[in-house]
């Protein structure tokens, strides 16, 4: 399939979702997501070979919260491994919300949840909580291929104000001892990592990398390391949508991971990473234009993975 | 890769297992399934083109057990539709036991544990439990290509006298209004269909019709709706391997349904079918070498749908 | 305080009740239950001396229901004492519904949850059904001090035909190797024991021998075992009105049981048995006006428990 | 019964569980609690006509611990009434643990596990902390009718140091709305609470007051409201003892509740008061000599409940 008819089925896909425009809402739990047009929306696809094809709202810079946790849990395996990531996270689905406490056990359940990306997060290594931050924003930096990625403070700020739910987490892990070190710093890492701030086109890039096998889309180079890319993607597509994964999956089936502030992250493997943006979510926290999009481009583009017709590349 | 290619790969694998010969335990909770050799090992493959290799004890038939939840999901589905099966059973891993009724609510959790595989059975149209299991008799066999598929008695009696807490289950189905009609009639077809009995061959094939999207591999008829494949795909990849379905994505990467028989059936889209028995089994209720063969040819036959490097046909 | 006063307080009770005679649903799930007249209101209080009053409805007869679970689980201890009795049912509340099986795991969490009843029916000693059957109903003569209890066998034939979810209990148990011998012959007497049949009168009579430590109010003869009542009134206590037995602790203050046939037994040790019949229930499935009169009687009689300051005879 | 034959029974319970004396362990997550002496063993008993006996160790200070959720619910209940409280807690038992937030839903399920107790101090009047404080420590040394209970700074700052999962629920109930104001002051006032010292005597006398049905021993003054009082003993009776208050019920038989310092109160309403202290604790929190001494003086004294044979006075 060339870009000219890709770009066809994505514009009609985009089209055919416009009556979910006001469907949905915008998350309120952190005040400053709500001060955004509840109506945007922008999608971009990257191909292996590194192009992208972008529409709408494209160059409106967004929160990328809960995705941040794709992130969180590669650097956790790639500075600590497997072994010991998965002594502290689980790999199952679980049925409870995001921000429950419930599924933390010996362990978190999976590192999908709030929970899970905590304790992620408390292990990604560095110095002060800044040194690490750098570290998590030089990666999206260079995952994306774009210096232009930012730390929205206005987001982070309003978040730090209002996050008790997830303070209580990190004093839970802390109390079971699934985290090390100081609770308040790690949470303030993880709320950081939740306020970058990057546009459809940037975080579709970062789905072509794992789509790439981790490999640039650039210059070839491994940029994230094959085994942790399998393992991060075949989680996404195991617990990557909350509560309805399983749902999502034989809807849209290809890995993929939302985030509250309205972004969804699809990877679809040895062909393409696909991001859309709109802000109305569903009672998940997912957002409802973008999984109807994502399920249109997965029919017309024949991205479902459990269909294996046309298995060739674009 | 031609087939001499995948045949060494496949024997490396097998001998590379062999020190699992004696690990885990036969299931005992069926007397009759103890009635086995516990060391037998036989592993079939069967490419969408239609050809198979078979290896080891290929031609011991074993009960199908668990993987009739797979033929009672596409039955269900090809008899009643998604959304009446869908109102019954749920698309969510569950962190329960498949034996469970804990995740059973205003339906269940998902139709491969045993209280969803009773609720799909009972969505299986016809006249009475002869002529039910009859045409679920003809389906495994038009499936397989083989006629000689069988209905394994003893092991049917044996599971009859010990099922009270599949029993336990249907009443409590009936009670909750899920499934309709006779529990005891229910409950029988729902055992019987765990009692076919045929080959890791036959199995094989069976696989290698839902890799080629629902087609016959000999004359390209559908068989089974594209749509039912894709959804019985997505299932078995995000609940069928039970309580340890991601960890099993993250080490084979392929749709997968395991039977307490010993049995394992994978299915990787757009290239083939692959089917191991080995009785032993871990704590889990899943093969122990049939899990290790399928992990090490995910990787030598690089079938991991997670990494997109090589995703051309075989 | 003399019976002349008791008397005009328990009316007064009645009265204040009124207000409530057309609120609760009675229940449903035994279709024979409902052919009764919902608006009936009978009471009855016995105390230690023998002396009985009564009032209103006196004279109906109604199923005992899950009043015949104190039954089981007296006759039970005698019959295996409390060691073999707790190590099958524990002794705690749980927040689960009556007909739950969540809350069995090695054991059954208390007597008088379905579960649990059904496991203490199972260690009431006899030879057939017919036999343990007539020594229950024997019991119940004896301690009612009447042998004008009966088998109302409508009722019986009622739930039998509707009781899938206690058939489903009953294979859960014996899959949990919790109960022994044969579910359905378990199930039979359980439900046999629900549907004994007697007054007010007959019931109060019953309150008063538990009330007097186990001795009968004619001759002083120990028809209990002075420790099996007071294992079985301390668990009325705790677990005796479901998940609302705390709450119905603080308004009312002392033991009590009730049944889905609208009956409520009290007891206050030391001084009285008592017993309304009122077939509205709540969701809960305890008698609206029944709690309503007997939180009354509570304070104008002195009855709670935890205030010591009249705890003189009466 | 006169006091010579009660400080016999006593003397006796004492000696017979001498055995004990090593039996259990220390609580150990606060780090202070391990500075005392293990074999320690106190006791008193206080009559509602104001007499004491005290045996053993009975001049040693321990910290109150979870006793003070008594004290917790008692002031909550007086300073917002039974309707606000019962808003934020429940009354029902529950199989948690008493540091779990898994029974926290729209209320909490008691007062008696921490989430419950750190809710009820949010109900307690006052400006700062330290001014809510001194109302507490004023109620306890009015009920205790000493002005001798101190404030163990030690063990308040062990416990901060060490108090994660505290401090977790707190956020949690913050997050649930169930608690208003600042958490961490809420958090402060419930350890200091719990970091109350006093000694056996002081606590008899507490719990003398309330078997008097709050009344002063000393002038009858009503120092606590009978339906506080009321209420406050039905949820110790029901919920006092953690996960085995059921069991605790059978074997002794009346209102109790325990500390990890090693001590327990019991209530007998219109008797006694009654307190031990022995540091060993069993699994569930509660001192194992501490136990044994009561369950044998519930017989010896006839003080339980639920046999009603000797309701007289002492």
Redesign the interface.
């Given at each position: 399939m060339d870009l000219v008819e890709i770009e066809q089925k994505l514009k009609a896909a985009v089209k055919d979702s416009e009556f979910l425009k006001k469907e949905g809402e915008v998350a309120s739990y952190i005040p400053e997501l709500e001060n955004v047009d509840k109506d945007n929306f922008g999608m971009a696809l990257t191909t292996?070979k590194g192009q992208t094809l972008a529409f709408g709202d494209e160059k409106i810079k967004f929160s990328i919260q809960s995705i941040s946790k794709v992130i969180n849990l590669i650097m956790a395996l790639e500075d600590f491994g497997p072994e010991k990531v998965f002594s502290k996270v689980?790999?199952?689905?679980?049925?409870y919300k995001f921000n429950s406490?419930?599924?933390i056990d010996e362990k978190v359940?999976?590192p999908f949840i709030n929970a899970g990306a905590i304790t992620t997060a408390s292990l990604i290594k560095g110095g002060d909580v800044e040194e690490r931050f750098n570290r998590v924003l030089a990666k999206v930096r260079e995952l994306s291929g774009s210096e232009d990625v930012i730390f929205l403070e206005e987001v982070y700020n309003s978040e730090m104000k209002t996050t008790?739910?997830n303070?209580?987490?990190?004093?839970?892990l802390?109390?079971k001892e699934i985290i090390e070190g100081d609770?308040e710093e790690i949470l303030d890492l993880y709320v950081r990592n939740c306020s970058i701030g990057l546009n459809v086109r940037q975080l579709s890039e970062i789905g072509g990398v794992l789509?790439?096998?981790g490999r640039s889309l650039k210059d070839g180079r491994q940029l994230i390391d094959?085994n942790v890319?399998?393992?991060t993607?075949?989680?996404m597509?195991?617990?990557g949508m909350y509560?309805?994964?399983?749902?999502y999956?034989?809807e849209v089936?290809f890995?993929s991971k939302s985030g509250v502030g309205g972004a969804i992250i699809g990877i679809?493997?040895?062909?393409c990473g696909v991001c859309t943006y709109s802000p109305r979510l569903d009672k998940f926290g997912n957002s409802v234009r973008g999984k109807k999009v994502l399920a249109e481009i997965s029919e017309t583009l024949n991205l479902?993975?459990?269909?294996?017709?046309?298995?060739?590349?674009f």
């Open positions: 292996v689980g790999t199952e689905a679980t049925a406490l419930i599924p359940v999976n008790d739910r303070r209580s987490i990190a004093y839970y802390k109390s609770s789509a790439n096998g094959k890319v399998k393992t993607l075949s989680l597509s195991t617990c509560e309805e994964s399983g749902r999956s034989i089936g890995p679809v493997p040895g062909k479902n993975m459990f269909i294996g017709g046309n298995n060739g590349n």
